[in-house]
């Protein structure tokens, strides 16, 4: 089992930059790749940025060039910076452990993020 928990959402302006903290605890030597993933109001949820144990980092079109995910390894924690904000970032963002590829086995509770117009 794995256990994640997020932190650093909040309220910010169109523009500005937030980051977002995952600390993993439990079996870690079992995880493939962290990631991040969205959900906004209405919407499909949205795999925002994934890294791999060696590094390895993909992101969604809609956040390249604005966010960087990142991971301290020593720590048991994955980053989410993000810059640039736009109103449409607005969602609920979780953290999530992946086992395999696609395999997004376990999640966080979730971080509201909210940026204003």
């Known amino acids: 089992q794995v256990h994640l928990v997020e932190s650093g959402g909040g309220l910010v302006q169109a523009g500005g930059s937030l980051r977002l903290s995952c600390a993993a605890s439990?079996?870690?030597?079992?995880?493939?790749?962290m990631g991040w993933c969205r959900q906004a109001p209405g919407k499909q949820r949205e795999l925002v940025a994934t890294?791999?144990?060696?590094?390895?980092?993909t992101y969604a079109d809609s956040v390249k060039g604005r966010f960087t995910i990142s991971r301290d390894n020593a720590k048991n924690m994955v980053y989410l910076q993000s810059n640039s904000l736009k109103p449409e970032d607005t969602a609920v963002y979780y953290c999530?452990?992946?086992?395999?590829?696609?395999?997004?086995?376990?999640w966080g509770q979730g971080t509201q993020v909210t940026v204003s117009s």
């Open positions: 999530v452990a992946l086992s395999g590829p696609g395999r997004y086995d376990y």
């Open positions: 890294i791999t144990n060696g590094g390895t980092t």
């Open positions: 439990g079996i870690i030597d079992s995880i493939f790749a």
